[in-house]
């Protein structure tokens, strides 16, 4: 009887474990998907809507197609980084180095791909009104105040990889006195049973 | 919990904060431009018929007054509003002197004046005028070098800017080469 259970707790432990690893994959899919979408497709749809405005209700205005080329090949080559980067960061156990340290990359990354808006040109866009001028929009302040709050998050993210190192032991244990808790939970209902 | 985490859990929640609004206000202020510049009865420069008198043997008498008017159809105060208008004139005169004297033409700025207003707070309109009078006037070639072969064609650059959201987003819009006739 004992090493009918010895086996069912061996089992059990082998199927929390890949429960545990196949919910840390699915939170890494979802959130690559996240990042998927806010990255890559509501900019691309943005820029393509912007592109191709009109003025003043009466006058067409013109992105011209080689800035445009510029500022979606740039936005959709951090966009697929950072989307890369997301899965690792969120598919570590939480509270891992391991998770720290693709979390911190991530957002360097994330600073990368903020900055791709000023290089390729897409804080200051300009449009040809045609026969008529320019319009010009410029959007430069508005990502140097978002790169200063990404300056915080990566003291934040240094911060927990500190945190992470230093305690580690103590999250382990704690990780570990969850895991038994939960087994021993599940061996004294099936005692039950 | 441990304490470090609190005090991580604090900064966070203050730097979502942070970024939720700024995310916020980037979108409304991205909106209201879009609704100012996309509807014609929101940006009015001229708002009207150009006044301009022009007088080369007699300066004195130069003007211009550019009405126009602004509405900020958006949900923030719009700042920094500034008009500018530039006045350029095209002539034609000979070149050189005697038989082999050449018609040319030649395109000089005679005016460059801007108004600035402060701010318009949102729902708002301003109706204003652009004025220039004699002193500002520049650059003004003598009558005898105009030559009455060419006509004389008075065409401004018109500069619109201003910002939005907090300075966060900015634009300009400009008018080149906009033909103004003499009043």
């Avoid at chain 2, 859990?9 to 979502?16: C, E, K, T």
């Avoid at chain 2, 070639?141 to 060419?150: F, Q, R, T, Y």
């Amino acid at each position: 009887m004992t090493e009918q259970i010895d086996i069912m707790a061996e089992e059990d432990s082998f199927l929390e474990e890949l429960n545990r690893d196949a919910k840390n994959i699915i939170r890494g899919i979802g959130f690559t998907a996240i990042y998927i979408i806010t990255t890559m497709i509501i900019p691309y749809f943005t820029f393509t809507w912007v592109k191709e405005l009109s003025i003043f209700g009466i006058v067409d205005i013109e992105m011209t197609q080689s800035q445009y080329d510029k500022i979606i090949f740039w936005i959709l080559a951090f966009g697929l980084i950072i989307s890369g980067a997301a899965f690792f960061s969120y598919s570590s156990p939480p509270q891992s180095i391991r998770g720290g340290i693709f979390a911190l990359i991530q957002v360097i990354l994330n600073c990368f791909y903020i900055w791709s808006y000023k290089f390729s040109g897409a804080t200051e866009i300009q449009f040809d009104i045609v026969n008529f001028g320019f319009f010009y929009l410029n959007l430069q302040q508005m990502i140097i105040t978002y790169l200063g709050i990404y300056f915080l998050t990566i003291l934040l993210k240094v911060y927990d990889i500190v945190d992470f190192a230093v305690n580690r032991e103590k999250i382990r244990e704690k990780r570990m006195e969850k895991l038994r808790k939960a087994k021993e939970k599940k061996m004294m209902k099936r005692a039950k049973k | 919990m441990r304490v470090s985490r609190i005090i991580r859990l604090i900064v966070r929640i203050v730097l979502y904060v942070f970024t939720i609004s700024l995310t916020i206000v980037s979108l409304l202020g991205g909106l209201s431009a879009i609704t100012i510049i996309t509807n014609p009865d929101n940006i009015g420069i001229p708002d009207g018929d150009i006044t301009f008198t022009f007088n080369a043997t007699n300066p004195a008498d130069n003007y211009i007054n550019v009405p126009f008017n602004f509405t900020n159809d958006g949900y923030f105060e719009l700042s920094n509003l500034f008009v500018r208008v530039r006045l350029n004139m095209t002539y034609g005169h000979y070149s050189g002197g005697g038989p082999t004297a050449l018609n040319v033409t030649t395109t000089r700025n005679i005016f460059d004046g801007n108004h600035t207003i402060n701010s318009i707070p949102a729902t708002q309109t301003i109706n204003s005028n652009l004025e220039g009078d004699s002193s500002e006037f520049k650059n003004i070639p003598l009558p005898a070098n105009i030559s009455s072969v060419e006509p004389v064609i008075f065409g401004a650059d018109i500069f619109v800017s201003a910002s939005y959201s907090l300075n966060l987003l900015a634009f300009r819009v400009e008018i080149l080469n906009f033909t103004i006739t003499l009043t």
